[in-house]
């Protein structure tokens, strides 16, 4: 008897509230990106928010994702949800390159360091993560592309042992995600498609 092979898991950070936005896109007629498009798109949106970023962000790459970390030393006051006029113009660039790339999810999501209590924390980190959607919205991006959490001290970057390591994890995280064809959770993309059309600005142009 041949062995079953066990189905492809799908990237750690793909979630059911993101599954549910992706199939209310598709369902309003939104294309997804082709399957075989994923990297090239991803890429092409990293490019332009290095052209935007400045030192208060951080930018890293991954499985078609692009991660953008805020901090909250330089996008807030302390225990304030209100966005710096810095953060706010920052913020709003992004949201032209998130525009641009209309074909994506963005997952926002707010973290803080373990100071204080968790009900307080939970509270400002949900907060300020609405604070970065609510001005994302405001500057024309579709709020079913969004999902929007508070996430408390539960995904430190550093320890909390040090104030080095609790400025650190004090932040804001947006995730820019290619529109996939199929849920991602169950590794697999659905669409038979591989050399589909890409939607939105060429990647190529960009280099």
């Known amino acids: 008897m041949e062995p079953v092979a066990e189905p492809k898991k799908g990237p750690a950070y793909w979630s059911v509230a993101l599954e549910t936005q992706r199939?209310?896109?598709?369902?309003?007629g939104t294309k997804p990106v082709a399957e075989s498009n994923l990297e090239l798109y991803r890429a092409?949106?990293?490019?332009?928010?290095?052209?935007?970023?400045?030192?208060?962000?951080?930018?890293e790459e991954g499985e078609n994702l692009?991660?953008?970390?805020?901090?909250?030393?330089?996008?807030?006051?302390?225990?304030?949800?209100?966005?710096?006029?810095?953060?706010?113009?920052?913020l709003e660039g992004y949201a032209q390159v998130f525009t641009d790339?209309?074909?994506?999810?963005?997952?926002?999501?707010?973290?803080?360091d373990n100071t204080g209590s968790a009900r307080i924390n939970l509270q400002l980190?949900?907060?300020?993560?609405?604070?970065?959607?609510?001005?994302?919205?405001?500057?024309?991006?579709?709020?079913?592309?969004?999902?929007?959490?508070?996430?408390?001290?539960?995904?430190p970057l550093a320890d909390n042992a040090s104030p080095e390591g609790?400025?650190?994890?004090?932040?804001?995280e947006i995730r820019v995600i290619p529109l996939p064809a199929g849920n991602m959770q169950?590794?697999?993309?659905?669409?038979?498609?591989?050399?589909?059309?890409?939607?939105?600005?060429?990647?190529?142009a960009l280099r």
């Open 23 to 28: 199939e209310l896109l598709l369902a309003a």
């Open 44 to 59: 092409a949106i990293a490019r332009e928010i290095m052209t935007r970023a400045d030192e208060t962000a951080e930018l």
């Open 66 to 90: 692009v991660l953008l970390r805020l901090s909250s030393e330089h996008a807030f006051a302390v225990g304030s949800a209100e966005l710096s006029d810095q953060a706010a113009k920052q």
């Open 101 to 112: 790339y209309g074909l994506s999810l963005l997952e926002i999501s707010g973290h803080t």
């Open 125 to 155: 980190s949900e907060r300020r993560a609405r604070s970065v959607a609510e001005l994302l919205q405001a500057s024309g991006l579709d709020p079913v592309r969004m999902v929007v959490e508070g996430r408390s001290d539960t995904q």
């Open 166 to 172: 609790r400025r650190m994890n004090r932040r804001v």
């Open 186 to 204: 169950a590794g697999a993309v659905a669409g038979k498609d591989k050399t589909g059309p890409m939607e939105g600005p060429d990647p190529g």
